[in-house]
């Protein structure tokens, strides 16, 4: 039963987590920059969302201004410094877009404070569900996992079944010829990074509402959904989706289990510290391995 | 003597000048924020050989940072409580002298860096900054969660370590320490980049390719530069350690990581004593912009912003441009 819990935690933080990378994913596969500063869209929504949902009391507003906001706020970030960038080395990139986190974590914490704001859910999605089997589980976290699997589902219809998504697609195997072809190159990259944006955005405004809005609250998320990114390969959605369930689910379960597991061969305390350490760990080994098998990723064409 | 050897002699002189003068008129604090500076210079400096010299963008120096900081302060505090550090296979006891401590920092953080170098190595371009950035990350959340050594608290040591010979209390005397080493690390690597190991490792930044067929492998030239950057960085998170006399999971943190990385920048990448001035800079304007407003990094982020986009070569490359010969 307690399994079965955490087993649902991990897709719920699978979920959140695939939402972060899908963005990232596709600015590295489409325009080949490395985007620090996702973790601040991340922010911006969550931020977007508390503040919409806290004027006017409904946090289906929130939810929609998060990702309004969010998308707003990548479209401004690239017309105005990140389309400047795409010709520099991934140096630049590295360092611009750290300035930009700057920028949007002092700056977000001029206009709220650095108290972190809660959400408070509407009737119709808070409290819990009984699951078959007799589990009781929190329905927002279903409603999570739903809206990414939906997310998902969307995303690979829109990359493989519109003009958007072969536009998106061409853009990434050769920006010069479709440049060519009469693609107005420049607008898909803000569409793309703003899509991306978007989404990162509604990823924060849900967490939010399940932790705190605090300033900062990206820079972890981003750092994870690197990890994803490398174990599911550079460009690939779906490197991304199985690469983001994959790290949920070892990460949630590893904290879960681990400590007790532990206990069953040495003292409780010591099984307690080292658990908890060891489970920290967990993900990034899971990189490691993945590094030494298969370098470019799970899904990934190329390395580099 | 070239411009930029000019530059660089100025920068140096500059950093210990203002320490000198700040002595002199009796400014403690100036002169702790020169030795802020000089350590800062000093992890740079070993940035500076694996991004500007390799050019291998590691978004995880303070992995090496942080821990070499914490081999400092968990040895002053054996020393000060008098237990062993380990007991098995040989007894480890805890020291509180500078000249024990820093090899131990470098060999534990350049240990680290074999083993992060040697994995990371194998990926490049953007795969290589965000692998480097997750292990870093790794060792962060042991390092938070890890209570033997103060976990998220961090670990405090009451006294700073001893150096024979001199009173490392008096802020100026461990300015000394500092300067002294930053100026060694400058010269260990105006050295080795003279010589065929550097100037292999800059053909293989240049172009693999070309180095490789002249039958250089820059898989291992590259594993070392990264291992003796890890090793300066290191000795440079021990001296911070001391200098506060406090570690915390911060120095492991990835804006740490960040704020190496722009003393790089800031200075000019590349550039022997580029990060000298890029970490004078830096704790300059913390200073200067952080009396103006509380959320100076505001303005940070923006002066960085502008250079990045306006001044790629950073401060010496304003000053002293380089001739294109490509």
Redesign the interface.
Known sequence: MLLAEQALNGLQYGMMLFLMAAGLTLVFGVMGLINLAHGALYMVGAFACAAVAGATGSFWLGLGASLAAAAAAGALVELAVIRRLYARDHLDQVLATFALILVFSEGTRWLFGAFPLYLTLPPALSGAVTLPGGLQYPLFRLVIIGLGGAVALGLFWLIGRTRLGIRIRAGEADREMIGALGVDIARLYTIVFALGAGLAGLAGALVGTIQSVQVGMGEPVLILAFVVIVIGGIGSIKGALVGALMVGMTDTLGKALLPGLLARVTDAASANAVGSALASMLIYILMAAVLIVRPQGLFGVRAG | MTRETLVNLVILAALIGTALVAQALGEGFVVTLATKAAIFALAGVGLNLA?GFGGM?S?GHAAFFGIGGYVCAILASHAASGQPVAVLPFTIAGTNEMPAIWPVAMAVSGLAAGLIGA?SL??????F???T???A??IY??A?????YGGDDGLSFYVRNSFPGLNTFDPIQYFAICATLLVLALGVCALILRARFGLALEGARQNPARAQALGIRPYGLRLTAFVLSGMIVGLAGALYADLNRFVSPAMLS?HMS?EI??FV?LGG?GRLCGPVAGAAIYILLEHLLGGVSD????L??????GI??FA?GGLVGLIAPRRRHV
Do not use: E, N
């Open positions: 991004l963008v978004l994995l194998r990926t490049t371009g953007v795969y900054i965000m692998v950035l997750a292990f990350q790794m959340y042991f938070v969660s890890w209570p033997r990835w960040g990385m722009v920048i990448v959320y100076w990094q505001v940070l982020g923006l002066l960085l912003l990045v986009l790629p």
